[in-house]
């Protein structure tokens, strides 16, 4: 395998911000055939239900499914799953679920109030959301732990019902997902995807029934029918191509961070993978070690397409400036991989997972550590955070006047309802009086 020719960049030169923003850039254009077979597809299954619903499952998905039932996995299946899996895998899977739990417990909100001094209660009311809907890919793209970072919580945050939807090409499950939502406590599972799938959990069917929000990674046809149905019910985001940034000081083994850097490149072609130090001898070493390791990667030509094409080793002056550089680009994934990462991480405004010190690689994060894997991309992370109980709970206002705050407050809203020509809500309040 030829030589990786990866973007070199200083941080010094009069052009970095441009050359930064043009490495950044990732504007995947709506594909509008795509846009519109999506369209049809969701108004297919809206008029017709289960009857489109199992027509697009036979043409997609190679199946010969004649009833609506065929498509729903019962429990027993789950449990059987699970049960036929080897035992180090099944002891993983418990031990990621176990630790993703754990984490999840301590993000629950809480429902609050207050009492004023005249008597008035004013407080938040926290609930969960009744049903919700996940999508798992399958296939080729066969991710147990996604399963386990969607499903758990949602269930920590008191969904009753958890509906996922997964294909099943050909008739063939994957074991570990369906052990995986056995573990993670799903409470239906129907075998179905692309659009059609996302389609029918928005608007429901004769079988599939309506969610209240729809979480899970999916190719460029589930992606376009969450945004096309969003409104209807919630999403969890739009995710883009999955992002590594690695901020070193130079010291850390550099084999490790080449293959920090292919852990997110084997992803796919675009995927997006940078290291950042202010030594650049350690630059040159990560260079050396990356062409070195690459012939060893099964996915090598992912890798190499992904480093040439979207990666990059950017020196700077200090780490400081490393800081400041993170807080633009606002990565998926950002390590730490220096002697202090506590003192650098008070200096990190927008990341979706930071991790820290130079043991914690990127992909313990992925499978095990116990935060969430679904994390914001394409510099979201600026604005939004991972996924998490909060995502599955809402919140509602609760608002409790007594007498004699209904008679203060009514005396407010008059002055100001009046001054916007809304008569009868000043009046309302002033019958309060």
């Known amino acids: 395998m030829s030589e990786i020719a990866i973007t070199e960049l200083d941080a010094k030169s009069p052009d970095f911000a441009a050359q930064l923003q043009s490495l950044l850039a990732w504007n995947e254009a709506d594909d509008l055939d795509i846009h519109r077979q999506v369209l049809d597809i969701i108004a297919d299954v809206r008029g017709n239900?289960?009857?489109?619903?199992?027509?697009?499952?036979?043409?997609?998905?190679?199946?010969?499914?004649?009833?609506?039932?065929?498509?729903?996995?019962?429990?027993?299946?789950?449990?059987l799953a699970f049960a036929a899996i080897p035992a180090d895998q099944a002891q993983a899977l418990q031990t990621a679920a176990g630790r993703i739990r754990a984490y999840a417990e301590h993000q629950k909100?809480?429902?609050?109030?207050?009492?004023?001094?005249?008597?008035?209660?004013?407080g938040q009311k926290i609930t969960p959301l009744d049903r919700v809907g996940l999508y798992v890919p399958g296939g080729k793209a066969a991710y147990p732990s996604s399963v386990l970072m969607n499903a758990i919580p949602a269930k920590v945050a008191g969904v009753e019902e958890l509906i996922m939807v997964v294909p099943t090409p050909k008739g063939e499950s994957n074991q570990l997902v369906l052990a995986a939502a056995y573990l993670a406590g799903v409470d239906r599972i129907f075998t179905i995807g692309g659009a059609q799938a996302i389609a029918a959990l928005a608007y429901g069917t004769e079988t599939i029934p309506v969610v209240a929000k729809i979480v899970g990674p999916g190719n460029i046809y589930v992606a376009t029918a969450k945004k096309l149905v969003f409104g209807q019910v919630g999403i969890d985001m739009i995710a883009g191509p999955s992002e590594i940034l690695i901020i070193c000081d130079g010291k850390t083994n550099p084999d490790w961070i080449a293959m920090d850097l292919f852990s997110q490149a084997e992803h796919d072609e675009n995927a997006q993978a940078i290291l950042i130090s202010d030594d650049s001898v350690y630059l040159a070493a990560v260079k050396q070690s990356i062409n070195k390791l690459l012939p060893t990667m099964e996915r090598g030509e992912i890798i190499k397409t992904s480093l040439s094409t979207r990666g990059a080793l950017i020196k700077v002056k200090d780490l400081l400036q490393a800081a400041e550089i993170a807080n633009t680009i606002a990565p998926e994934h950002l390590e730490l991989s220096v002697e202090d990462p506590e003192a650098l991480c008070?200096?990190?405004?927008?990341?979706?997972?930071?991790?820290?010190?130079?043991?914690t690689a990127e992909a313990l994060g992925d499978y095990c550590a116990g935060p969430n894997h679904v994390l914001p991309t394409s510099s979201t992370a600026r604005y939004s955070s991972p996924l998490g109980v909060y995502d599955f709970q809402k919140r509602t206002s609760l608002i409790n006047c007594s007498q004699a705050g209904a008679k203060e407050l009514g005396k407010t809203a008059s002055i100001l309802a009046r001054g916007e020509s809304l008569t009868a809500h000043a009046r309302s309040a002033e019958y309060r009086i």
């Open 109 to 122: 909100l809480q429902s609050w109030d207050y009492i004023e001094a005249d008597g008035t209660v004013l």
């Open 346 to 359: 008070q200096h990190i405004r927008h990341a979706g997972a930071i991790f820290m010190g130079r043991y």
């Open 49 to 79: 239900g289960d009857k489109s619903v199992i027509a697009y499952t036979n043409r997609f998905d190679n199946r010969q499914v004649s009833s609506a039932t065929e498509l729903e996995l019962d429990q027993a299946s789950l449990k």
